[in-house]
């Protein structure tokens, strides 16, 4: 099977079967980077590595869900407002002690896995 092929499958999944796909791989599988809600696991979705370029989308929608403006999250986690929205706007090149940070702020629990 191509990686077509397994796309095509892929689409024609409910979300919430494309979820138990993705945690099912993902134990199968040692991804580098796991981040999973500690709020509400029930409702919430894991976030594997595969996924990580949807993380500035869900950071901004936890704090609009949470009403925390960019000034309030800069002071509470101690950097500036431009490295904060640097942080948003690419965490993959933040420094990960300030994501950790951030997503600790947020509720979210985040682990490495080698």
Same mark, same amino acid.
Do not use: C
């Given at each position: 099977?191509?990686? +077509?092929?397994? %796309? !095509?499958?892929?689409?024609?999944? /409910?979300?919430?079967?494309?979820?138990?796909?993705?945690?099912? *791989?993902?134990?199968? /599988?040692? &991804?580098?980077?796991?981040?999973?809600?500690?709020?509400? &696991? +029930? +409702?919430? !979705? /894991?976030?594997?590595?595969?996924?990580? !370029?949807?993380? &500035?989308?869900?950071?901004? !929608?936890?704090?609009?869900?949470?009403?925390?403006?960019?000034?309030?999250?800069?002071?509470?986690?101690?950097?500036?407002?431009? /490295?904060? %929205?640097?942080?948003?706007?690419? &965490?993959?090149?933040?420094?990960?002690?300030?994501?950790?940070?951030?997503?600790?702020?947020?509720?979210?629990?985040? *682990?490495?896995? %080698?």
């Amino acid at each position: 099977m191509n990686l +077509d092929e397994i %796309k !095509s499958l892929l689409e024609n999944l /409910t979300e919430s079967e494309k979820q138990i796909a993705i945690e099912e *791989w993902a134990l199968s /599988t040692q &991804p580098l980077v796991k981040a999973r809600y500690a709020i509400e &696991p +029930d +409702d919430r !979705s /894991t976030l594997s590595s595969l996924e990580f !370029s949807r993380l &500035p989308q869900l950071l901004v !929608s936890e704090l609009k869900r949470q009403r925390i403006t960019y000034e309030e999250m800069a002071i509470q986690i101690g950097v500036s407002i431009s /490295t904060f %929205k640097r942080l948003i706007a690419e &965490p993959s090149s933040a420094k990960a002690i300030n994501l950790h940070t951030l997503l600790k702020e947020l509720g979210i629990k985040v *682990w490495l896995e %080698k």
